[in-house]
């Protein structure tokens, strides 16, 4: 995602609205396969203050991963304000540490800024509906669309569970 700050440069100090989209398909997160479900958008301004590229603005995208619980590509809509600063970059070596984002030229490049801010939005469990019953543990059944026998089964193997659960019952009427 890149931002031409020619204009920026020919007037240095003051706003300078801009309006950026770009598709960018998979990626990855929280160890999973991810994928930008719809163009990536940011809107917002930036100013040039001495050699620094002052942005501010909100980015917003739609973010399919999976279901904690069932495992289903789940849509989610993210929203992020964006409030970053990108040195010009002189040539000179960086320590290490120095993770402040860069440009060269009349491009700034947006991408790692917008991508993060992003990801820190994103809900540490994406769930496809609050009531996500979820895969049975022991058969791998999506228990959204039915019921398996493991329920059963398993009450049939110890008989005191299925007394507990009768128990458990009792107790919540
Ligand atoms: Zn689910
Ligand atoms: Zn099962």
């Given at each position: 995602?890149?931002?031409d700050?020619?204009?920026g440069?020919?007037r240095?100090?003051?706003?300078?609205?801009?309006d950026?989209?770009?598709?960018?398909?998979?990626?990855?997160w929280n160890?999973?396969?991810i994928?930008f479900?719809?163009?990536?958008?940011?809107s917002?301004?930036?100013?040039?203050?001495?050699e620094?590229?002052v942005l501010?603005?909100?980015a917003?995208a739609q973010?399919?991963?999976?279901?904690a619980?069932c495992l289903?590509?789940?849509l989610?809509?993210v929203c992020?304000?964006?409030?970053?600063?990108?040195?010009?970059?002189?040539?000179?070596?960086r320590?290490?540490?120095?993770?402040?984002?860069?440009?060269?030229?009349?491009t700034?490049?947006?991408?790692?800024?917008?991508?993060?801010?992003?990801?820190?939005e994103?809900p540490?469990?994406?769930l496809?509906?609050?009531?996500c019953?979820?895969?049975?543990?022991?058969?791998?059944q999506?228990?959204?669309?039915?019921?398996?026998s493991?329920?059963?089964?398993?009450?049939?193997?110890?008989?005191?569970s299925a007394l507990?659960?009768l128990?458990n019952?009792d107790e919540e009427?």
């Amino acid at each position: 995602m890149k931002l031409d700050i020619t204009k920026g440069i020919q007037r240095k100090g003051s706003q300078v609205a801009c309006d950026l989209a770009e598709s960018w398909g998979e990626d990855r997160w929280n160890g999973d396969v991810i994928r930008f479900a719809s163009p990536v958008t940011f809107s917002g301004s930036y100013l040039l203050a001495d050699e620094t590229v002052v942005l501010r603005g909100v980015a917003r995208a739609q973010i399919e991963s999976r279901c904690a619980r069932c495992l289903r590509p789940t849509l989610t809509t993210v929203c992020a304000e964006v409030d970053e600063a990108f040195e010009r970059d002189t040539g000179e070596a960086r320590s290490p540490e120095d993770d402040a984002y860069v440009y060269s030229g009349h491009t700034v490049d947006l991408t790692d800024a917008v991508r993060t801010a992003l990801l820190l939005e994103m809900p540490s469990r994406v769930l496809c509906r609050e009531d996500c019953r979820g895969l049975c543990p022991r058969c791998g059944q999506d228990l959204n669309v039915a019921d398996c026998s493991c329920r059963r089964e398993r009450d049939r193997e110890n008989p005191f569970s299925a007394l507990a659960s009768l128990l458990n019952e009792d107790e919540e009427v």
